[in-house]
């Protein structure tokens, strides 16, 4: 999976450097709820400022379509970037054109300036070749550094390394060496903890981890389909009827085991009602919403036993205080575990900083999509395009 790094590119004082980042990170009126995505670029931003280059950094946020939308100005990136950096960071008007290219060659060497969300932009999630080509204009060099983002083939991560001199950050080479070493050669034993709604957002990543790992254990709505195929109720629960094949054919493999105990309740409140009941017992008008303790208690021993972990998605709806636990409790064994320790992008990332405990994992990976697609397919289009630099 070998990309360019950063020292392979020949960087000259004054020049200027184009540098994808993934800033899509949670806004809720305005304020930045998690920065992990942006403390996670930093490394790469310190090694360009030292070498005197001009830093322009470009990210999409949200899902503007294509259009200009207040709502997802970088605007407040912008600003928390300067107060983490030390140092003003100007927030371009846009992305591409004169008034932009003005303001990045107009910066001092060293400077860090912060271009408008790229989605603003409908040649960047349509991937034209136009588009791409103004993106490079005024550019020296390209790095991407947006991991979360390279399984997108937008314009902004595979256009730029067909002209310009490009490499992986710093965050992107180590994303890609710790999902590589997941892929390849993993210590034994090998437990993959996969939660999340749906059976059809994970067969995919199910089917390629059975390959690499010992044990798959299920959580999260979608082990309710797995239900459906062994032939239990499961009440008023979110299940994908359609998948239930795909479900019995996984539990074949003898590999993939689901909960035996769940936390039902009939509506997802803070004050709501719960019971906790067996797996063969879930009742008519209720709805599965955690994994249930006996559940917890064999997956803490199964994850405490492991040399390598990989957790991906929640065990129940955690936001919500009576539904945590199980989310709480393998993020604790996940954090307790010896050996080797990756939680996957998304909520599960997101959950393991909210409980305190990502300092104590190998590695919490920025990507959501972007991670499991790559343990799936073992390459995404941001790391090809990369292979094909010029420089590469
Ligand atoms: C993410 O948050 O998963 C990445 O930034 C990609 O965003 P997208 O799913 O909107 O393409
Ligand atoms: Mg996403």
Known sequence: MDVPVLEDLALEQGQRVFVRVDFNVPLRDGVIEDDLRIVS?????????????????????????????????MAPVAAHLSAVLGTDVPLAAGVVGPAVEALVAGAAPGSVV??????????EEANDPGFATKL?????????????????????????PRVLPSAAGRLLAREVEVLGRLLQGADRP???VLGGAKVSDKLGVIEALLGKCDTVLVGGAMAFTFFLAQGLSVGDSLVEPDMVDECTRLLATGRVQIPTDVVVAQDITDDA?????VSEAMPDGWKGLDVGPATVAAYRAAIGEAATVLWNGPMGVFEVAPFAAGTIGVAEAVAGCAGFTVVGGGDSAAA???????DKVSHVSTGGGAAL???ELGDLPGLDALRGAPNA
């Open 114 to 123: 912060m271009l408008e969300n790229l989605r603003f932009e409908p040649g």
């Open 373 to 375: 697609e790559l343990i």
């Open 136 to 160: 490079t204009m005024g550019y020296d060099a390209y790095v991407n550094d947006a991991f979360g983002a390279c399984h997108r083939a937008h314009a902004s991560i595979v256009g730029p």
């Open 41 to 73: 670029a930093l490394p790469t931003i310190e090694y360009l400022r030292d070498r005197e280059v001009t830093v322009a950094l470009a990210s999409h946020l949200g899902r503007p379509k294509g259009k200009v939308d207040a709502k997802y100005s």
């Open 273 to 277: 009602d719960t019971q906790v009941v």
């Open 352 to 358: 393991i900083r909210q409980f305190g405990l990502a």
């Open 190 to 192: 090998f437990v993959a």
